[in-house]
């Protein structure tokens, strides 16, 4: 689809309320469209490549998010006294809260987002399943409601029948999530699920799913304007999870035709109409081995793997965004909406898949990325930078494009062995061995595909490879006691000592 | 030269014999009764290791920096956060990554924030009992007790900051 190329407006200035990739991805739609940039940044991101690439960055304070990147009157504080006419809240952090937009809104901020209104509604998942049910959105058996007491739990898991999911009603990103296969595990899950999802969205509720086996993770894109057009850009495939996180996501799906494409769509967009929404938003459903799809929930902010919509339709997400926000209608309708080609995308984490997925932060010490025709890297890192232990492990999204899947599978393969990364550990492996897998080849996928084909993920080290390291650790310690002087007494003036010595070199003022 | 290398809750004896100025040695692994392996290095211009090892027949491009008093060896996708020293330094260091015979070492695998800890010394755990909840990166990690056995040490509280290779609980 060809778009009128219009500037996004009327706003000049934008601040970006998030870091990593996605902070990076804004700063860039936004320089694209010949808008200013703040970034704001934790102790921790000082010298990250968001606060780099910005007009202007501003400390928001201590490391732990809970004390920076989600105090909103801090944020709220820095987008004023910058002169920033709007807010882009990215993923994770505040993006999907209503307390939030709300205040930029009170600020006289334009929220590049949907209104408070339609996040509260949505974000609390009980009531976004209300209104999917209202909208004869099909929906999973469960329950409506946070349930209660362990008891409580425990009854209504018994009449849903195991498995179960135990989910956060302010959930997201699989974060005060748990599947519990019986109930021995139940209560276990209900603890961890509570702490985790108190921790991260700052309310401990949460409700049961039945858990469906071989579903499939897809989603539909929507885009809704201040003018009442909602349009949708056909399916993400996201079956691709662990810990129920997405990994790889593709579009379309293999398990897509223009049919289910067209009925999947028209409930999404039916939903978002309903309930008054503006900007883009996602909605989930899982479809079953007959194509029967259920609603899951709706996100109602940018996601990590839009990329792959990009690449299929054309359009740059973010800029729909900020025109969206502006007032501009969009200026087109669904029948201009066409697919062309696949998109794979691929989360290069800093986690290591030899070990059951653990963090592993710290410094990147070498970062090479793949380029080449239909290879797009969204990273928020480089190399030297430090992978904080504080955030997200996600350090960038590899996406490829190719005329079909197995062009895109060929491509995403040659690019995940080009990707060179030293000083943390990565789940580049990982990817590299679902690209070479026959089922995921084959296009057969489920949300259990990960657990099913990596059960306990990669094999362990080979022993000659950690004997290696250890020869040349080894070496280097016999090398360096034979290179290095003895420390001298007194240590050498900083160069930046003597900078700031009078009559020293200065830096002119301007 | 004798040098100690630790990684995690390991340590290993290397030996390390240059034999001549072109970059091979031979080393050995172990206490004395491993065998010996001949070790070619080629360095790289500013870093301390060498930037390609040829060892027992294959050959390894590594990538090697000094980070915070650890060496951190990359090599292909496998990052390995090391300590090496001579051991007439490392002795009395005591603390981290001594080994010792006998009983389970919970070892912080990656630094995080211990939010949970489940056990006290004395307490008597089955096999599978968690032990301690660490989080790193937004998610939590529960650390089980991989046989039974008595908890001799616990020198974390909730709420602390631990880094990488710190002792967690120490079971008997």
Known sequence: MIVKNERPGPFRKLLVANRGEIAVRIIRACRDAGIRTVAVFSEADRAALHVRLADEAYPVGPAPSSQSYLVIDRLIEVARAAGAEAVHPGYGFLSENAGFARACRDAGLVFVGPGPEAIALLGDKTAARRAAADAAVPLIPGTREPVGSDEEAARIAGDLGYPVLVKASLGGGGRGLRLVAGPGALAGALRLARSEAASAFGDGAVYLEKAIPDVRHVEIQVLADAHGRVVHLGERECSIQRRHQKVIEEAPSSLSDPALRQAMGAAACRLLAAVGYRNLGTVEFLVDPERRFYFLEVNTRLQVEHPVTELVTGLDLVREQLRIAGGAPLGYGQNDVAFRGWAIECRISAEDPAAGFLPSPGRITAWRPPAGPWVRVDAGVYEGAEVPIHYDPLMAKLIVWGRDRAEAIDRMARALAEFGVAGVRTTIPFHAAVMRHPDFVAGRLSTGFVAGAFPGGLPADPPETSRAAVVAAALAAVRRAEAVPPAPVAAAPSPWALAARPGGPRRRAG | ?172
Not at chain 2, 1 to 9: D, E, F, I, K, Q
Not at chain 2, 25 to 38: H, I, K, N, S, Y
Not at chain 2, 110 to 115: A, C, E
């Open chain 2, 1 to 172: 030269v004798r040098v100690l290398v630790t990684h995690g809750s390991e340590t290993i004896p290397v030996e390390v014999e240059r034999l001549d100025d072109t970059g091979r040695f031979r080393v050995r692994l172990g206490d004395g009764a491993g065998a010996w392996l001949e070790v070619e290095a080629i360095p790289a211009a500013r870093e301390p290791g060498p930037a390609t090892l040829r060892l027992d027949g294959a050959t390894y491009v590594v990538d090697l920096v000094e980070d915070r008093g650890d060496l951190v060896v990359t090599i292909g996708a496998r990052a390995y956060r090391l300590r090496a020293e001579r051991p007439d330094r490392a002795a009395g260091g005591g603390g981290r990554g001594t080994a010792r015979r006998g009983g389970q070492r919970l070892i912080a695998p990656m630094p995080g924030r211990v939010v949970t800890v489940h056990v006290r010394p004395g307490d008597r755990v089955e096999a599978g009992a968690p032990l301690v909840v660490l989080e790193a990166m937004k998610m939590e990690n529960e650390f089980r007790a991989q046989s039974p056995g008595v908890v001799t040490e616990v020198p974390v509280a909730a709420g602390q900051t631990v880094e990488a290779g710190a002792l967690l609980v120490a079971l008997d």
